[in-house]
């Protein structure tokens, strides 16, 4: 028990060095971990949901929407990447509906897809791209942290039972409370904190950071998997570091476009929108 604690404490520091180092470089390195992540999410997904055994044509090109999407990530193409997704979603889903295939190949194209763009498009290239995604991962770290220990602590009514037995309401509560308080201290390290519009991002992030987690042990229950892989040593899989990050980007990148959207469409990097004082 201490071998395998030890190695999980020795891999997430390096999981954590890894992940932060690439944020404060930015630019092309962080958009290869994005990429890199998004291809093994994907590679995890398929796995799990036994695409190559169901329909191994439909899994084919769920890889070369990953290849392609990854590469338009590489490009710099925003608008183009959210176009090509959109488009292989809707091609995938066609061939679904025709083949009578497994519905688990457009969601993964969705799933592993927005992962990437999501991702890079919050770090971006500025300064406030950098402070965006560290607050994104000071939000759903403690949230994930708290919750665990909150949940232990104190214990109480189960959160979902029938999907992941060990979540208490209590460890949600207190998950939440930490991810808003982690996502202020961040906001408060370079800006004034003015209103509540800060604290509420971190609190809609810190509670999707929660579904996401919820949503990965749904699909991990579903299929009777334990971890999504063995790629990390002590942890299980990408999927099963990256799912509450993950649920909290797609949010994040949610509430950038509204924002454009209902400003007439005016651009701005995803960073700015979310954090811009």
């Excluded at 950098?130 to 602590?153: E, P």
């Excluded at 790629?231 to 990050?245: A, E, F, K, Y």
Aim: hydrophobic share 55%; glycine share 12%; aromatic share 10%.
């Amino acid at each position: 028990m201490q071998t395998e604690l030890r190695l999980r404490i020795i891999s997430g520091i390096v999981l954590a060095v890894i992940a932060l180092g690439a944020t404060w470089a930015g630019g092309t390195v962080f958009e290869l971990l994005s990429v890199a992540i998004a291809l093994l999410v994907y590679y995890e997904w398929s796995t799990i949901t036994r695409l190559a055994e169901a329909d191994f044509q439909g899994n084919a090109f769920g890889w070369l929407s990953q290849v392609v999407i990854a590469a338009l990530i590489l490009l710099d193409n925003s608008n183009l990447t959210l176009l090509a997704l959109a488009g292989f979603v809707g091609a995938a889903a066609i061939w679904t509906a025709i083949r009578r295939g497994s519905w688990w190949l457009p969601g993964g194209i969705v799933y592993a897809g927005l992962t990437g763009i999501s991702l890079s498009a919050i770090r971006g290239d500025s300064d406030i791209g950098l402070l965006a995604m560290i607050f994104v991962f000071a939000v759903v770290w403690a949230t994930d942290v708290l919750a665990y220990f909150t949940g232990r602590a104190i214990g109480g009514p189960k959160l979902a039972p029938r999907i992941s037995p060990g979540k208490t309401w209590s460890g949600a509560i207190g998950g939440t409370v930490s991810g808003v308080v982690a996502g202020v201290l961040v906001y408060m390290s370079h800006f004034s904190l003015d209103g509540a519009i800060i604290p509420l991002l971190a609190l809609v992030l810190s509670v999707f950071s929660q579904i996401g987690d919820l949503f990965e042990s749904y699909i991990k229950r579903r299929f009777g998997v334990k971890d999504s892989s063995k790629l990390i040593p002590g942890h299980g899989g990408v999927m099963d570091r990256v799912d509450g990050l993950v649920f909290a980007c797609f949010a994040a990148l949610l509430i950038a476009l509204v924002q454009v959207v209902s400003a007439g469409g005016m651009a701005a990097p995803v960073g700015a929108i979310l954090l811009g004082p």
